[in-house]
C-alpha cells in the first residue's frame, strides 16, 4: 500500500500544474478545442504506466537494496531523453519510431498534439499503453 501512496500523492500534485499549463496555452493564443478532454485518458494512461513500473521496483528494492539509489538517477535520465526539453521531430525520421517506444516519449508527444492541436492523438497506441498498464497493475 504505501507505494501506492507515493504514487497517488505524486500524481495529484501534478493536477494544479496542469491546470497551469492549459491556462499558459490559452494565454498563447491557442483556442481551446474539444480535444483537450483526451488530456484525461492520457493521464489515467499515465497513471496506470508509472504505477505498474513503481510498483515493480517496489517489489525489487528489498531484494537489491542499490536499486534504491539507482531509480532516482535513471528517472532523470528517463525525462531528458524522453522529449522534455526538444520535440520528438528534430529526431530523424527512421528513429522517430524507435524513440516513441519510450511511454513517457510517447506520452508528451500526445499531450503536445492534444493542447496544441498538432495532430490527432494517437488513440490505438494509447490504447495498447492503457492494456499494458492494467495488465502489470
Known amino acids: 500500500m504505501l507505494p501506492l501512496v507515493e504514487i497517488l500523492q505524486a500524481f495529484l500534485k501534478q493536477a494544479p500544474v496542469f491546470g497551469l499549463l492549459i491556462i499558459f496555452v490559452a494565454w498563447q493564443g491557442y483556442a481551446f478545442s474539444v480535444n483537450w478532454f483526451l488530456i484525461v485518458p492520457v493521464l489515467l494512461v499515465q497513471f496506470?504506466?508509472?504505477?505498474?513500473?513503481?510498483?515493480?521496483?517496489?517489489?525489487?528494492?528489498?531484494?537489491?537494496?542499490?536499486?534504491?539509489?539507482l531509480v532516482p538517477s535513471g528517472l532523470t535520465l528517463m525525462m531528458f531523453l524522453s522529449g522534455v526539453f526538444y520535440s520528438y521531430e528534430r529526431i530523424p525520421v527512421e528513429w522517430q519510431s524507435t524513440f516513441l517506444i519510450n511511454p513517457m516519449a510517447f506520452l508528451i508527444k500526445t499531450y503536445r498534439d492534444i493542447l496544441l492541436s498538432t495532430g490527432a492523438p494517437d488513440v490505438h497506441t494509447l490504447f495498447i499503453w492503457f492494456v499494458i498498464g492494467c495488465t502489470f497493475f
Open 48 to 69: 496506470l504506466i508509472g504505477s505498474a513500473f513503481a510498483l515493480f521496483v517496489a517489489g525489487l528494492v528489498p531484494m537489491l537494496r542499490d536499486l534504491q539509489r
